[in-house]
């Protein structure tokens, strides 16, 4: 993560000494942005690998609240309005040096953590670490179902929601770009409001059921975007999806950090991006013609009925559910597993 962190930093920084010398071109942002984005890549799954090594168990629930509670705050609420301030106030220049600041910071608060418990053991080599994880999630149903089902869930309506959102409000229903920020904000609100909510009610005693329950509306709000009349109706649409979501997401961060052997969970949570989110491109590539063909409107109902139905399929796949029943094993002497 500290690596991560300094890489980001750097890259944030070049785009920073780029832009104050005038020599900021298309092709190097983007090339930048790919560095950036690759470094992302590193940063999450050692993250999500990292709760449970420094987060007492029975409060990982809390601790994954609380990061849906931080992340969307950040992302949708402040972290627009500041950075549309600083830009307006100061410049971009100085906005990306103060945003290259920020993982300076973060990386020096990581390196200051001391966890609790050891991570696992570290595999021989790059591929053993892909095969063990392979091997882990091939053996689980709620794992592989899990992930197979975000594929196909998230090519279905994540391409159309994200482009056409904002085509909705300008074409659509004649708003304008602040009309849009409201309704980001308001999807921001129902995140923040769920990790609140999650945070009290902790991890469901049917923790699988409750997550693809949740994740299955979550996806039939997307068709509100393309149902909605008003900005209202699409700021709810947005607040329940981002709400409904996050309530899943939380689950499913803790049933990981519980079900997967500390040493795989890096892995795990590697394959869980890769595989979750492997077809997003080709979903936003299919948005065009889509729209071409059937409308906007259709598109986006499609998108929420058929990601509904692919999310919601998975529940009844034989063994999805075994993990609700079966007690915790003991680990084994000598080490420590979040194993349920």
């Not at 999650?198 to 409750?210: C, E, H, K």
């Not at 996806?219 to 509100?224: M, N, R, Y």
């Amino acid at each position: 993560m500290v690596g991560s962190d300094v890489v980001r930093a750097l890259v944030v920084g070049g785009i920073t000494a780029l832009s104050f010398a005038h020599a900021l071109s298309f092709a190097a942002l983007a090339a930048l942005t790919a560095v950036y984005g690759a470094a992302t890549a590193f940063f999450t799954p050692a993250f999500e690998s990292s709760v449970p090594c420094i987060v007492p168990e029975h409060d990982l629930a809390q601790a994954n609240s609380l990061d849906q509670f931080v992340r969307p705050a950040a992302l949708r609420l402040v972290g627009p309005a500041l950075g549309g301030w600083l830009v307006s106030a100061l410049g971009a220049d100085i906005a990306f040096a103060l945003d290259a600041a920020t993982f300076v910071a973060s990386a020096v608060a990581i390196a200051s953590l001391r966890p609790i418990r050891s991570g696992g053991t570290a595999p021989a080599s790059t591929r053993t670490a892909i095969v063990d994880g392979l091997r882990f999630v091939r053996r689980h149903v709620w794992l592989w179902g899990t992930l197979l089902s975000a594929a196909i869930a998230y090519l279905a309506f994540l391409g159309p929601s994200e482009a056409l959102l904002p085509y909705v409000v300008k074409n659509e229903l004649h708003a304008s770009a602040s009309a849009l920020g409201f309704v980001f904000a308001a999807g921001g609100v129902g995140a923040v409001g769920a990790a609140i909510v999650m945070a009290q009610i902790g991890q469901p005693r049917r923790d699988i059921t409750f997550m693809y329950v949740v994740w299955t509306a979550a996806t039939l709000a997307v068709a509100g975007y393309g149902l909605a009349r008003s900005t209202a109706q699409l700021m709810l649409a947005c607040l329940a999806f981002n709400a409904l979501e996050v309530a899943g997401t939380v689950v499913w961060m803790t049933i990981k950090q519980r079900n997967v052997p500390r040493e795989l969970l890096g892995r795990v949570s590697s394959l869980d991006w890769l595989i979750s989110i492997g077809l997003l491109p080709l979903s936003f590539a299919l948005v065009g013609p889509t729209v071409s063909i059937v409308g906007v409107k259709a598109t986006l109902v499609g998108a929420a009925v058929i990601g509904a139905a692919a999310t919601l399929g998975a529940l009844f796949l034989p063994g999805m559910r075994d993990i609700e029943t079966q007690g915790r094993p003991s680990p084994p002497a000598g080490r420590v597993h979040a194993l349920e």
